[in-house]
């Protein structure tokens, strides 16, 4: 099973930061790769897939990168409504796999 | 406008069973993979199980597996999850979600609201 390591798991920030995610995968996986924010109480939504082609509709301040193991996700600039949860996923093989999220909460 | 929406959940006791649906409408839903996925209280996001378009491939997770069935009726626009001999560890909120691709990857877009099940005597 390919296993993803997201980190950090938590992360706190201000209006405006840039904010960097990481998920590293145990194999390579080319750009099989999905990010997904989540609010509470609500279904996660699709922001990035293939690595790094943004979703349609999902605003440019959203981006992400890699492909193989190492891939990152990042905000250039925190708004408001960016406090989530968010969650990379392979898509390569079964079982599929998330990572376990990184929380971004108000500094 | 696509749509996927849940529903079944609801308490069961630990060993009993459960059926969860999910209407899909919007798209051609027979032409796509759907799936699964489950997040317990307070916690991440866990693939459950995945069905192709013509039932043909058929994956779980090993913590379901033997226990949980997918299923789908493209005529019906609907995918299934039998849950049997559940235990007080599948208690979570179900999504079932679209799986869609392109040369270079796939991804799970969209979802649906989900349906929360509780199992607990």
């Known amino acids: 099973d390919i296993q993803l390591t997201q980190s950090p798991s938590f992360l706190s920030a201000s209006l405006g930061d840039r904010v960097t995610i990481t998920c590293r995968a145990s194999?390579?996986?080319?750009?099989?790769l999905a990010w997904y924010q989540q609010k509470p109480g609500k279904a996660p939504k699709l922001l990035i897939y293939?690595?790094?082609t943004l979703q349609s509709g999902v605003p440019s301040r959203f981006s992400g990168s890699g492909s193989g193991t190492d891939f990152i996700f990042t905000i250039s600039s925190l708004q408001p409504d960016d406090f989530a949860t968010y969650y990379c996923?392979?898509?390569?093989?079964?079982?599929?796999?998330f990572g376990g999220g990184t929380k971004v909460e108000i500094k | 406008e696509v749509q996927l929406v849940e529903s079944g959940g609801g308490l069961v006791k630990p060993g009993g069973s459960l059926t969860l649906s999910c209407a899909a409408s919007?798209?051609?839903?027979?032409?796509?993979?759907m799936n699964w996925v489950r997040q317990a209280p307070g916690k991440g996001l866990e693939w459950v199980s995945s069905?192709?378009?013509?039932?043909?491939?058929?994956y779980y997770a090993d913590s379901v597996k033997g226990r949980f069935t997918i299923s789908r009726d493209n005529a019906k626009n609907s995918v299934f999850l039998q849950m049997n001999s559940l235990r007080a560890e599948d208690t979570a909120v179900y999504y079932c979600?679209?799986?869609?691709?392109?040369?270079?990857?796939?991804?799970?877009?969209?979802w649906g609201q989900g349906t929360l099940v509780t199992v607990s005597s």
């Open positions: 979600a679209r799986y869609d691709y392109d040369d270079n990857s796939g991804w799970f877009d969209p």
């Open positions: 919007g798209f051609s839903f027979g032409s796509y993979s």
């Open positions: 069905i192709s378009s013509s039932s043909y491939y058929i």
């Open positions: 194999q390579g996986i080319s750009s099989y």
């Open positions: 293939a690595a790094s």
């Open positions: 996923q392979q898509l390569i093989s079964y079982p599929l796999t």
